[in-house]
């Protein structure tokens, strides 16, 4: 049977149909915001490659995370630029290190906020790398205790789950085994797991002051031709413990999310990263693309390749036009 019975446009023509029929939605619950919280008082420091959003210091980040709650955004990624940096990146994991200090004051403020932490060496360390450093090498097992004492610590400020974006080998294994040595057996790891060598985070690292000193990152991020690799990388972190997997960054590795979704049906988080935001941001200041559309045809392209939740910096902008009737969907 085909057409003229067959009428695909019948569906198409109402805005009632449309709705009805819509095989994928973007809740609020879906997203993750990513926010960058600095060592100080009073500081409220625009980043330029990524209008919209700032560098803050605790109080300003309280003020904000408030309206965020008003606005229906309930989950936060966090991400610290300390006040001093060293080669093993120590400000990192101390007590009262900025993200600590953070997390704890949100919690206390905001106990049903659902705060995550970024696990990586990269913001605290002065070469700019996610590992130990030696040489022009980055070693791989001396920084899984580092990043394994970096996840006790926010878990002890009272994180509700950690994630690990350095791509260490071996550091689920190594951060679920302090975790949970630490009794904080029912914290949930995410993993960033089939995290790319992008050219993608270049704002992000305006953005926490974390741009490699020397070399780049080829050599623990992902070869971006790789595809089969992801899955083996997301089944080795399923099998050290990961709670939830992610692919970084979404957009152009839309068919890396899907085969992932695919293949192993478990919860599958996707990093809209900084250089997404930003592209689209730039096209839409000149006039070139309608903001509001194509941001809405981002994210639900992420998730209809498969992701459960998206971390995106567009959320508050999301969660304001949501409030003002004014989502395309
Ligand atoms: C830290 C980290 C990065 C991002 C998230 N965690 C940067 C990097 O790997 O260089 C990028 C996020 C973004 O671009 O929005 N390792």
Not at 14 to 24: I, L, N, P, S, Y
Not at 115 to 128: I, N, P, Q, S, W
Not at 174 to 187: E, N, V, Y
Request: charged fraction near 25%.
């Amino acid at each position: 049977m085909g057409f003229p019975v067959i009428r695909p446009r019948r569906l198409r023509e109402k805005a009632g149909f449309r709705q009805m029929f819509k095989e994928t939605t973007v809740s609020l619950h879906d997203l993750i915001y990513p926010m960058f919280v600095i060592h100080g008082r009073k500081i409220k420091h625009p980043v330029d490659s990524m209008p919209g959003v700032y560098q803050l210091s605790l109080d300003h980040l309280l003020k904000e995370v408030r309206e965020l709650l008003e606005l229906g955004i309930h989950s936060i990624i966090l991400f610290g630029i300390p006040e001093s940096k060293d080669a093993l990146g120590s400000s990192g994991y101390e007590r009262h290190g900025v993200v600590q200090q953070a997390v704890s004051a949100l919690k206390d403020r905001y106990p049903k906020l659902t705060v995550l932490t970024d696990v990586c060496l990269c913001e605290y360390t002065d070469h700019g790398h996610c590992g130990v450093v030696e040489g022009e090498q980055i070693l791989n097992d001396p920084t899984l205790e580092l990043l394994a004492k970096m996840a006790v610590s926010h878990a002890e400020a009272g994180a509700d789950m950690v994630a690990p974006s350095d791509m260490m080998d071996g550091r689920v294994a190594a951060i679920r085994q302090a975790l949970d040595a630490h009794g904080f057996s029912q914290i949930p790891i995410m993993a960033y797991s089939a995290k790319y060598a992008s050219g993608f985070y270049g704002p992000f690292r305006d953005a926490a002051g974390s741009a490699p000193q020397f070399g780049d990152r080829r050599s623990y991020q992902m070869h971006p031709p790789n595809s089969d690799e992801a899955l083996r990388e997301v089944a080795q972190d399923l099998e050290e413990g990961a709670d939830v997997v992610m692919v970084k960054p979404a957009l152009p590795y839309l068919d890396i999310i899907r085969r992932v979704k695919d293949t192993f049906n478990c919860p599958l988080a996707a990093y809209n990263v900084s250089g997404e935001y930003t592209m689209i941001k730039a096209a839409a200041e000149r006039g070139w693309l309608e903001e509001k559309r194509v941001v809405w045809e981002a994210l639900t392209g992420i998730k209809r390749a498969g992701a459960d939740v998206i971390l995106t910096y567009f959320a508050p902008q999301v969660a304001c036009w949501m409030d003002k009737g004014k989502w395309p969907e």
